[in-house]
């Protein structure tokens, strides 16, 4: 092979060691069988690499553009339960009776990797380089995404706060609601497929055929418990737009909470959503509203809409969303009607009823219960059905009153009054602290002036014990230090009660950033030093030198050490390959 030393797990130079000092990958290590084997050419440019992940409708490598010299990923069309590859053949088999299907399901793998394509401009899209045909089936070439999965930052790190997720996560929304504008709806949100970008931003992948992700169709279905909603374990219940409501939903629940929410099919028994109180009071209550929302296990109590959805994260008081005569539902009390034409998105699906999966029948078995009647059903007098729909509206009322003083009560007594969340006001309760006594609520406490301290050394400082000081903003400042506060929302003097919040905004530093030396150092080092200085590492182009060890940087892409230039801005670098 042309790239001599290249690792087929992360597709950097490895150099004449059979491990690669980067990713541990091993080579010579072999592909598990139907997947092609590490280091198969596709159509003389692009290099396969190791499998990444797989799902019922085919699977995704790390591969590398000889072309371009670029890393990429590359998708693979290659649905298990219709075709299969023997080894040392790259060619797919159809398995017998199978074409048409599988022919139907590879046509659905372009056209939505089309739709894709239209929309590589939004910010958490993955942009696609280019779709072929070969060996029988299809690829899609993507950039690939430097960067790790939602799911590994908030095991590993911590979980984040509304502060720290809102900027996340509402580019990430608006860029869905662009996929459902052209009738594109993913239906595997979860924190394996949104990757958290080395530059702090969200990318969400894995789009593709929708019974990948449905029960009892032609494919193996691939769920993420805690993500996927109810209508996707069974083959009733419409799918569509409000699926991607709960999937993005619960992402959201578990980020703030660290918390996967259970499964849809054990929230059909039990639907209640328990946030420790601890937590609950860092989110703004309209968030906890928005989510109850979004995460509401029927489809005609759930939040339809991902705009509706949107709206009501961003605003304490959600503005009225008018309803679409064609797409959006409508209120009729607490229940969802459809309008005239309503239920045209629902996403058809190719079903395989003769073999319903045995690990989803307790929904329709659930279903079965409800619907089955008393043999006295027949022999209740009118009179007798009013007094029975009374009692049990009187019941419902008490239910409905009981899960709102649990969802949304119960938190509001214990956080602030909202108002508008994007302002970066401070949310002030108009009670300090419902389990302190009388005497104490009398004690007033002069705030002090915290311009110019160090956020660290202010944040969890005893000395700032009575008073509640958070951290409500932050923005780029020419005066100020990175990490100092520049602003305190009660004025230095004012005398509070105890555990009076006052939100701090904390300096960025300059938004123009000095480009360090790092030249000389290695790609880990150059990272290092450039995160220091609030940039970040771009793309790394390789070639080989007498002058500088393989590994070390040996010169900066386009701008020069010392140069001025944004905060945040991608440092492009040239790589050494060592001597030739």
Not at 64 to 76: G, H, L, N, W
């Amino acid at each position: 092979m042309e790239f001599k030393g290249l690792c087929l797990g992360c597709m950097t130079n490895k150099g004449d060691s059979a491990e690669c000092p980067r990713c541990g990958y091993i080579e010579g290590t072999p592909q598990v069988p139907p997947y092609l084997e590490p280091g198969t050419l596709l159509i003389d440019k692009y290099i396969v690499g190791k499998r990444l992940r797989t799902d019922g409708e085919g699977v995704t490598y790390i591969g590398f553009d000889i072309t371009s010299k670029k890393r990429v990923t590359v998708r693979e069309y290659l649905p298990k339960t219709l075709c299969s590859r023997v080894k040392d053949d790259d060619h797919i088999i159809i398995a017998s009776g199978n074409k048409l299907v599988y022919q139907d399901y590879m046509q659905d793998f372009m056209e939505i990797g089309r739709a894709v394509a239209k929309l590589s401009g939004l910010p958490a899209i993955v942009p696609i380089v280019e779709m072929f045909e070969a060996n029988n089936t299809a690829y899609i070439v993507s950039e690939y995404v430097d960067g790790k999965p939602l799911e590994d930052i908030i095991k590993r790190a911590r979980r984040f706060t509304w502060e720290e997720a809102r900027p996340l996560f509402m580019p990430l929304i608006s860029t869905i609601i662009s996929a459902h504008s052209i009738g594109l709806v993913h239906f595997g949100i979860s924190p394996e497929n949104i990757m958290m970008t080395r530059n702090g931003t969200l990318k969400l992948q894995g789009f593709g055929s929708p019974d990948a992700h449905l029960a009892e169709t032609e494919l193996e279905p691939k769920f993420y418990d805690g993500f996927s909603a109810i209508e996707q374990y069974s083959l009733e219940g419409k799918k569509g737009k409000w699926t991607d409501v709960y999937g993005i939903s619960a992402v959201i629940f578990y980020s703030l909470t660290g918390k996967k929410p259970p499964d849809a099919v054990s929230r059909s028994y039990e639907p209640r959503l328990n946030m420790p109180a601890e937590v609950a009071q860092t989110i703004p209550t309209h968030v906890v509203t928005a989510l109850a929302g979004g995460l509401q296990v029927k489809i005609d109590t759930r939040t339809h809409s991902m705009e509706e959805l949107k709206d009501q994260l961003s605003n304490p008081v959600p503005r009225r969303v008018e309803p679409s005569p064609v797409t959006a539902p409508s209120r009729v009390g607490d229940a969802y009607v459809d309008e005239p034409g309503y239920g045209d998105e629902e996403i058809p699906t190719r079903t395989v009823q003769q073999r319903p999966p045995e690990r989803r029948k307790a929904v329709a078995q659930t279903a079965e219960r409800h619907e089955a009647k008393s043999d006295d059903d027949d022999e209740i007098s009118p009179y007798k059905y009013g007094i029975m729909s009374g009692l049990i509206g009187f019941v419902v009322l008490g239910v409905i009153a009981f899960i709102c003083i649990r969802l949304i009560v119960l938190p509001m007594m214990n956080k602030q009054d909202p108002d508008d969340d994007y302002s970066g006001e401070l949310y002030i309760s108009s009670q300090d602290d419902m389990n302190s006594d009388s005497s104490e609520e009398r004690v007033l406490y002069e705030v002090p002036n915290l311009i110019n301290k160090e956020w660290s050394k202010v944040n969890g400082n005893e000395k700032y014990a009575n008073y509640d000081i958070r951290l409500t903003s932050e923005e780029y400042n020419e005066k100020y230090e990175e990490g100092r506060i520049i602003a305190q929302t009660v004025e230095a003097g004012t005398g509070v009660p105890k555990n009076t919040p006052i939100g701090v905004t904390v300096s960025l530093g300059s938004k123009m950033r000095t480009v360090p030396n790092i030249i000389g150092m290695t790609v880990s080092e150059a990272s290092s030093e450039l995160n220091k200085a609030g940039l970040s590492l771009g793309d790394q182009a390789e070639e080989y030198s007498d002058d500088y060890e393989m590994g070390k940087i040996i010169r900066l892409n386009g701008i020069n050490v010392g140069d001025k230039i944004q905060a945040n801005s991608m440092i492009n670098v040239v790589v050494s390959l060592g001597s030739e």
